[in-house]
């Protein structure tokens, strides 16, 4: 509750409204008090004076009223009839629905056929109906203004009974005989009191504008007595002639509603537990850069891509999570480079680190190069950057139900795909798909093209993934645990898939898992990542037969064999550190059974032969002795 | 498609015959004697005996109902006593101005705030984004008819741009070009609020849309970010959005009565105010229950625009 009203406090312009509302409310109590002229005496001799007129601060109205007087005790009945329609709405509503929400069944049915039934209305219908049958006059504008809003109220208030109904605490207090009155009364009603109160708090101002309105139309309070709507319904014949008396009441409806708005926006969001992390931001283009240091725009390199000490972090509020701190590797064409992982490592904030995709805010690249060609690409320019995403790197990602457009066909992602980078007619982009998706072995693919991606199994959309990837014949593929989400058998031909195409297409491809399994079958060289570093480095089967590192060893002793005996299979124990707090030294060090003082005392570095590397000081095998 | 239609209208049956009975049970609840009320000063007993003969109001109320609900299924919805007019005639000439105002102020309310929400959450925390959302939050806030007033005093008035109040000019009027002189103000005034509301509900759904992967996807593939916004996203984006517009219209037409009032508009929300303040109930009941049912109806559309857009939709 606490950290609540924190938010709501830190929330500026709900403060504002808060403090707005507050002055007006106040003001509204104290106008008994208030040293005002009679708001009803009339004098037709003084009509129509302008503001700042002699003992009229705010003028006259057509009959000669004080109209500040009128104001403060218009306010006054205006926010009292405005919450007293809240109130009156937030009871019967909360009894209506709880008593659907807590019975159930017909009772729940044939109460709710008759609040969907009130909601058919535009509101102002049933409001009219209602004031039409009761008359004209104040209190059967609340009435009606009350009535219409019940729905809303009944709504939100039978889903959270319903949700309540079921839980243990009620279902004890059934068994230990209360009567259904007394755990409606002692176990429901306490739980949906909060849930009343901020609703009513959200539609308060519109109650407000509502009564304000039936007054404005004749329908609301009845002269001599007036609310702000009737102050300036009645104003309105003399809008043009003496605007003053329309104007004043206006601008107080609109300061009241604005202030409450305003106080309902930052109480909802202080509420919303997504807005409260910073989540519901949306990403940018590209990812943000900051480097401190510039590396040179372009180099000469030895891979066609490769990436130099690359530095990627998230900023949230004020910590800094160190997604990757300082990755270098780099693939050759027709090679794959295997980058493994627990979830966490950072080996997918480091693939789409490369093109500018990872999501950002919070993402932010913080040093470091991703050089194509020697080209760096970290630095380049958004429509550069556009232009090379697709067409010379692509990504293939993982669960392709959500990395696919739900609303477009699987065809025209494809032809999207291709047209985004050169012009090509719709019959030949057609063509093309089509051949794409026969290329990834996806029968009948004439058919196939028009159909959604909810239409496909999970193993034909990956392929669609895969394909989409293909369109514009890349030099590079990052495959971001592209079988993760697939059944075995479906994973072993994707990965043959993407092998075959590797050998025909000459591709280099990086390939994301947290699977070594995987990595034996595709990979030529693998790179362990742990806590956003490299640990180990090496080609494939030297790492598998000797890992250095006791981290890699372990993963690998993760792996489950065929027909290797009872082998004992072992989780490593613990979990990745958080990034946010990352220790001195080697990060996997509180979950290694080698560890020693001297590992976390300072940076190790990764040391090794070129292709063969290692950051740990006491390796599993040193490298020396492996390579004589 | 058709067979989706078609349930979606069979369904609406029940719904339109409940609000006949809600808006036959609240009339019912009239204090007092209606006779009494139309005869005003002529009301001897034998003049409200015969009213009431007239009305069938001498009937048990089960009974008045089903010949109500049976003289409207053929087209008869009474004869209102204020204008001494079939209130059909009233009613469908004044929908029909209703309709023009509300439809133009639906319209604009929908693509300005889908568009004034779509910027805003492409550019969150920038600059249009914060000047969006100060607009915004007046547009929801100002009650539509000080709005109305403010602008006659302003827009016609002060700079005699547009005419003050009415839907044609008296003399010379009554072609397109006077309609939309006519029709601007009104029809501005009508939809801020709704545009607030549809701007509002376009970001939030936006911003939501904008995180999911699939945009990711599209910018992976190369697609320029005027296409993943205007495209991708705004796609998705409508799935959640429309279902709103649809809500968002009954509150245009709510509205209307307002403005109606406000700009002299011969609307039927006008009407129903007049019907209301003398006590014309038959013209109230009828003005009501035929809205309510073009209200269900227009919701039926959306649901069906909805299906036709999202093709998870099993229709």
Same mark, same amino acid.
């Given at each position: 509750?606490?950290?609540?009203?924190?938010?709501?406090?830190?929330?500026?312009?709900?403060?504002?409204?808060?403090?707005?509302?507050?002055?007006?409310?106040?003001?509204?109590?104290?106008?008994?008090?208030?040293?005002?002229?009679?708001?009803?005496?009339?004098?037709?001799?003084?009509?129509?004076?302008?503001?700042?007129?002699?003992?009229?601060?705010?003028?006259?109205?057509?009959?000669?009223?004080?109209?500040?007087?009128?104001?403060?005790?218009?306010?006054?009945?205006?926010?009292?009839?405005?919450?007293?329609?809240?109130?009156?709405?937030?009871?019967?509503?909360?009894?209506?629905?709880?008593?659907?929400?807590?019975?159930?069944?017909?009772?729940?049915?044939?109460?709710?056929?008759?609040?969907?039934?009130?909601?058919?209305?535009? !509101?102002?219908?049933?409001?009219?109906?209602?004031?039409?049958?009761?008359?004209?006059?104040?209190?059967?504008?609340?009435?009606?203004?009350?009535?219409?809003?019940?729905?809303?109220?009944?709504?939100?208030?039978?889903?959270?009974?319903?949700?309540?109904?079921?839980?243990?605490?009620?279902?004890?207090?059934?068994?230990?005989?209360?009567? @259904?009155?007394?755990?409606?009364?002692?176990?429901?009603?306490?739980?949906?009191?909060?849930?009343?109160?901020?609703?009513?708090?959200?539609?308060?101002?519109?109650?407000?504008?509502?009564?304000?309105?039936?007054?404005?139309?004749?329908?609301? %309070?009845?002269?001599?007595?007036?609310?702000?709507? %009737?102050?300036?319904?009645?104003?309105?014949?003399?809008?043009?002639? @003496?605007?003053?008396?329309?104007?004043?009441?206006?601008?107080?409806?609109?300061?009241?509603?604005?202030?409450?708005?305003?106080?309902?926006?930052?109480?909802?969001?202080?509420?919303?537990?997504?807005?409260?992390?910073?989540?519901?931001?949306?990403?940018?283009?590209?990812?943000?850069?900051?480097?401190?240091?510039?590396?040179?725009?372009?180099?000469?390199?030895? /891979?066609?891509?490769?990436?130099?000490?690359?530095?990627?972090?998230?900023?949230?509020?004020?910590?800094?999570?160190?997604?990757?701190?300082?990755?270098?590797?780099?693939?050759?064409?027709?090679?794959?480079?295997?980058?493994?992982?627990?979830?966490?490592?950072?080996?997918?904030?480091?693939?789409?680190?490369?093109?500018?995709?990872?999501?950002?805010?919070?993402?932010?690249?913080?040093?470091?190069?991703?050089?194509?060609?020697?080209?760096?690409?970290?630095?380049?320019?958004?429509?550069?950057?556009?232009?090379?995403?697709?067409?010379?790197?692509?990504?293939?990602?993982?669960?392709?139900?959500?990395?696919?457009?739900?609303?477009?066909?699987?065809?025209?992602?494809?032809?999207?795909?291709?047209?985004?980078?050169?012009?090509?007619?719709?019959?030949?982009?057609?063509?093309?798909?089509?051949?794409?998706?026969?290329?990834?072995?996806?029968?009948?693919?004439?058919?196939?093209?028009?159909? !959604?991606?909810?239409?496909?199994?999970?193993?034909?959309?990956?392929?669609?993934?895969?394909?989409?990837?293909?369109?514009?014949?890349?030099?590079?593929?990052?495959?971001?645990?592209?079988?993760?989400?697939?059944?075995?058998?479906?994973?072993?031909?994707?990965?043959?898939?993407? =092998?075959?195409?590797?050998?025909? +297409?000459?591709?280099?491809?990086?390939?994301?898992?947290?699977?070594?399994?995987?990595?034996?079958?595709?990979?030529?060289?693998?790179?362990?990542?742990?806590?956003?570093?490299?640990?180990?480095?090496?080609?494939?089967?030297?790492?598998?037969?000797?890992?250095?590192?006791?981290?890699?060893?372990?993963?690998?002793?993760?792996?489950?064999?065929?027909?290797?005996?009872?082998?004992?299979?072992?989780?490593?124990?613990?979990?990745?550190?958080?990034?946010?707090?990352?220790?001195?030294?080697? *990060?996997?060090?509180? +979950?290694?059974?080698?560890?020693?003082?001297?590992?976390?005392?300072?940076?190790?570095?990764?040391?090794?032969?070129?292709?063969?590397?290692?950051?740990?000081?006491?390796?599993?095998?040193?490298?020396?002795?492996?390579?004589? | 498609?058709?067979?989706?239609?078609?349930?979606?209208?069979?369904?609406?049956?029940?719904?339109?015959?409940?609000?006949?009975?809600?808006?036959?049970?609240?009339?019912?609840?009239?204090?007092?004697?209606?006779?009494?009320?139309?005869?005003?000063?002529?009301?001897?007993?034998?003049?409200?005996?015969?009213?009431?003969?007239?009305?069938?109001?001498?009937?048990?109320?089960?009974?008045? !109902?089903?010949?109500?609900?049976?003289?409207?299924?053929?087209?008869? #919805?009474?004869?209102?006593? %204020?204008?001494?007019?079939?209130?059909?005639?009233?009613?469908?000439?004044?929908? =029909?101005?209703?309709?023009?105002?509300?439809?133009? %102020?639906?319209?604009?309310?929908?693509?300005?705030?889908?568009?004034?929400?779509?910027?805003?959450?492409?550019?969150?925390?920038? #600059?249009?984004?914060?000047?969006?959302?100060?607009?915004?939050?007046?547009?929801?806030?100002?009650?539509?008819?000080?709005?109305?007033?403010?602008?006659?005093?302003?827009? *016609?008035?002060?700079?005699?741009?547009?005419?003050?109040? /009415? $839907?044609?000019?008296?003399?010379?009027?009554?072609?397109?070009?006077?309609?939309?002189?006519?029709?601007?103000?009104?029809?501005?005034?009508?939809?801020?609020?709704?545009?607030?509301?549809? *701007?509002?509900?376009?970001?939030?759904?936006?911003?939501?849309?904008?995180?999911?992967?699939?945009? +990711?996807?599209?910018?992976?593939?190369?697609?320029?970010?005027?296409?993943?916004?205007?495209?991708?996203?705004?796609?998705?984006? $409508?799935?959640?959005?429309?279902?709103?517009?649809?809500?968002?219209?009954?509150?245009?037409?709510?509205?209307?009565?307002?403005?109606?009032?406000?700009?002299?508009?011969?609307?039927?929300? +006008?009407?129903?105010?007049?019907?209301?303040?003398?006590?014309?109930?038959?013209?109230?009941?009828?003005?009501?229950?035929?809205?309510?049912?073009?209200?269900?109806? #227009?919701?039926?559309?959306?649901?069906?625009?909805?299906?036709?857009?999202?093709?998870?939709?099993?229709?």
């Amino acid at each position: 509750m606490s950290a609540f009203f924190k938010l709501l406090a830190r929330n500026r312009m709900a403060l504002g409204g808060l403090v707005v509302m507050g002055l007006v409310v106040v003001l509204a109590l104290i106008t008994p008090l208030l040293p005002l002229i009679d708001p009803d005496v009339t004098n037709t001799a003084d009509r129509f004076q302008p503001p700042f007129s002699p003992g009229h601060l705010l003028g006259t109205d057509q009959l000669g009223r004080d109209l500040l007087s009128r104001l403060l005790w218009g306010t006054r009945l205006s926010l009292a009839v405005g919450f007293a329609a809240a109130l009156f709405a937030a009871v019967a509503g909360a009894a209506v629905g709880i008593i659907a929400g807590f019975y159930g069944g017909r009772t729940d049915n044939v109460i709710m056929r008759g609040v969907d039934m009130l909601m058919a209305f535009p !509101y102002i219908l049933l409001a009219l109906a209602i004031v039409a049958a009761l008359g004209p006059g104040l209190v059967n504008a609340l009435i009606a203004v009350s009535v219409v809003n019940i729905p809303f109220f009944a709504r939100n208030i039978r889903g959270i009974t319903v949700g309540l109904a079921h839980k243990e605490f009620v279902d004890a207090a059934k068994l230990a005989g209360m009567s @259904n009155r007394r755990i409606i009364l002692s176990e429901i009603l306490p739980n949906v009191i909060p849930v009343i109160v901020i609703a009513m708090s959200t539609t308060i101002g519109w109650m407000i504008l509502e009564t304000a309105g039936l007054s404005f139309l004749g329908l609301g %309070s009845q002269p001599p007595q007036a609310d702000l709507g %009737s102050m300036l319904g009645e104003a309105r014949s003399a809008l043009i002639t @003496n605007p003053h008396t329309s104007v004043i009441p206006g601008i107080m409806i609109l300061i009241i509603v604005m202030s409450i708005n305003l106080l309902g926006d930052g109480v909802r969001d202080a509420l919303d537990p997504r807005l409260k992390s910073g989540a519901l931001s949306r990403p940018m283009a590209a990812t943000r850069v900051d480097r401190k240091d510039k590396p040179a725009a372009r180099t000469q390199t030895e /891979g066609l891509l490769s990436l130099e000490n690359l530095h990627t972090q998230f900023h949230v509020k004020n910590r800094v999570y160190k997604a990757v701190s300082g990755v270098s590797l780099s693939v050759k064409p027709g090679e794959c480079l295997g980058v493994i992982g627990e979830s966490g490592s950072g080996k997918s904030v480091t693939a789409l680190s490369i093109m500018g995709l990872v999501a950002s805010p919070p993402g932010v690249i913080t040093g470091g190069a991703a050089r194509l060609e020697g080209r760096d690409m970290i630095g380049a320019p958004y429509p550069e950057l556009r232009s090379l995403r697709g067409r010379r790197v692509a990504y293939i990602f993982q669960d392709p139900l959500a990395t696919l457009h739900p609303l477009y066909k699987v065809g025209d992602q494809l032809i999207e795909a291709i047209s985004c980078h050169r012009a090509i007619s719709k019959s030949d982009g057609r063509a093309k798909a089509i051949d794409l998706l026969r290329s990834v072995r996806i029968p009948n693919a004439e058919e196939r093209i028009d159909s !959604y991606p909810h239409e496909m199994s999970g193993g034909m959309r990956q392929r669609v993934g895969i394909a989409m990837a293909l369109a514009n014949d890349p030099d590079v593929i990052i495959a971001d645990e592209p079988t993760t989400a697939l059944d075995v058998t479906v994973q072993a031909q994707i990965l043959s898939l993407l =092998n075959d195409l590797r050998r025909e +297409r000459g591709l280099a491809i990086i390939f994301i898992t947290h699977d070594f399994g995987v990595v034996a079958q595709l990979c030529d060289r693998v790179a362990v990542m742990y806590a956003g570093r490299i640990v180990e480095t090496g080609p494939t089967m030297a790492v598998l037969d000797a890992p250095a590192h006791p981290y890699t060893a372990r993963l690998i002793a993760c792996v489950p064999e065929l027909g290797a005996g009872k082998r004992k299979l072992e989780a490593i124990p613990g979990l990745p550190p958080s990034v946010d707090e990352l220790p001195m030294g080697c *990060a996997f060090a509180p +979950r290694c059974l080698r560890a020693q003082e001297a590992c976390q005392q300072g940076e190790i570095a990764l040391a090794g032969e070129d292709t063969r590397a290692v950051r740990c000081l006491f390796p599993e095998t040193t490298l020396a002795e492996e390579t004589a | 498609m058709g067979g989706y239609i078609l349930k979606r209208l069979l369904l609406a049956i029940p719904v339109i015959f409940g609000i006949t009975v809600i808006v036959f049970l609240i009339m019912a609840m009239i204090p007092g004697d209606p006779a009494t009320a139309i005869l005003g000063s002529y009301a001897t007993p034998d003049n409200v005996a015969k009213i009431n003969r007239d009305l069938g109001l001498d009937k048990p109320l089960v009974t008045r !109902y089903f010949i109500w609900l049976w003289n409207m299924l053929h087209g008869d #919805f009474g004869t209102s006593f %204020s204008l001494n007019r079939p209130v059909i005639d009233e009613v469908l000439e004044r929908f =029909n101005n209703t309709l023009i105002l509300a439809g133009t %102020s639906f319209v604009m309310c929908t693509v300005l705030g889908i568009i004034a929400g779509s910027i805003s959450a492409a550019r969150q925390y920038g #600059f249009a984004d914060k000047a969006i959302t100060f607009v915004v939050l007046l547009g929801i806030s100002i009650p539509s008819f000080f709005l109305g007033m403010m602008m006659i005093l302003f827009f *016609a008035v002060d700079l005699r741009w547009l005419p003050v109040s /009415g $839907m044609y000019a008296i003399y010379g009027g009554g072609d397109l070009p006077d309609l939309i002189r006519h029709l601007t103000m009104p029809a501005l005034a009508l939809a801020v609020v709704a545009t607030g509301v549809v *701007a509002r509900l376009s970001r939030s759904a936006m911003l939501e849309v904008l995180r999911q992967d699939f945009i +990711r996807t599209a910018r992976a593939k190369g697609v320029g970010e005027g296409r993943v916004i205007w495209g991708h996203a705004l796609r998705a984006a $409508m799935v959640s959005i429309i279902p709103v517009l649809g809500i968002q219209a009954g509150f245009v037409l709510s509205g209307a009565v307002y403005i109606e009032i406000v700009f002299q508009w011969p609307g039927i929300g +006008r009407m129903l105010v007049d019907a209301i303040l003398q006590r014309d109930i038959l013209l109230v009941q009828g003005g009501v229950v035929f809205v309510a049912a073009c209200y269900v109806i #227009f919701n039926i559309i959306v649901d069906v625009a909805q299906s036709l857009l999202d093709p998870r939709i099993k229709t």
